[in-house]
């Protein structure tokens, strides 16, 4: 078993529509939790970035942290064309250099 | 706030030469700076650890005398292909973190697409 386990869709939507991408995990000692953003042939771009359990909004975006179920998920509200992009999560462990492991991301398509 | 930057942004050399990738971390200081490698339709692969004056940590199958990664300061890491061959040709991101505790987002560079001819 990974130890991240994101699903790579493709997933296609039309504009509008709330988004759900999700991640898994194996690891319990994963304290902080991010996701990324990354257009083609660019560097990820960091979208939100939770310590431990709960949810956090910014603008458009809520990243939530289900730590007992080892689930993480981001919703995008009123996605846009310029959405598309792929999405990654990736968590690291507390005490440790900050090395991220990442999912493999799921690419997003939204649909004008 | 938090950017990145890496040079050049592509690079196509002839096999057996050597390239040399820089990253710099614009507005904070980056104690620590990763080197990842990203194949199509894949995600990142990491390949080596840098700590600011400190030799680099590589990642289990990594070539350290082929990948030569120098973090001469707290803004710039460099990663060196030497010898490179067609095998080498893929999309080199580094990132990095700023150096205060607690803190473990990672802000990404954005990339350099290198083609081995």
């Known amino acids: 078993q990974k130890e991240v386990e994101q699903d790579p869709g493709p997933l296609s939507v039309p504009e509008g529509a709330i988004v759900s991408l999700n991640c898994t995990y194996s690891?319990?000692?994963?304290?902080?939790f991010m996701w990324y953003r990354q257009y083609s042939r660019k560097g990820p771009e960091l979208l939100m970035y939770t310590y431990s359990s709960g949810n956090k909004e910014d603008g458009r975006f809520t990243a939530q942290v289900d730590k007992s179920s080892k689930y993480i998920s981001l919703f995008i509200r009123d996605s846009q064309p310029s959405d598309s992009a792929t999405y990654l999560c990736a968590m690291s462990v507390r005490g440790s250099q900050g090395n991220l492991i990442f999912g493999k991301g799921t690419k997003l398509s939204v649909k004008p | 706030g938090a950017v990145v930057s890496q040079h050049p942004s592509w690079v196509i050399c002839k096999s057996g030469t050597s390239v040399k990738i820089e990253c710099r971390s614009l507005d904070f200081q980056a104690t620590t700076m990763f080197w990842y490698r990203q194949f199509p339709k894949q995600s990142l692969m990491l390949m080596a650890t840098?700590?600011?004056?400190?030799?680099?940590?590589?990642e289990q199958g990594v070539e350290k005398d082929k990948f030569l990664i120098n973090h001469a300061s707290l803004t710039l890491s460099t990663l060196t292909v030497t010898s490179a061959h067609p095998e080498d040709s893929s999309f080199y991101i580094c990132?990095?973190?700023?150096?205060?505790?607690?803190?473990?987002?990672?802000?990404f560079g954005p990339g350099t697409r290198l083609t081995v001819t």
């Open positions: 840098s700590n600011e004056g400190s030799k680099a940590t590589y």
């Open positions: 690891n319990s000692a994963f304290q902080y």
């Open positions: 990132s990095a973190r700023e150096g205060q505790s607690g803190t473990y987002e990672q802000y």
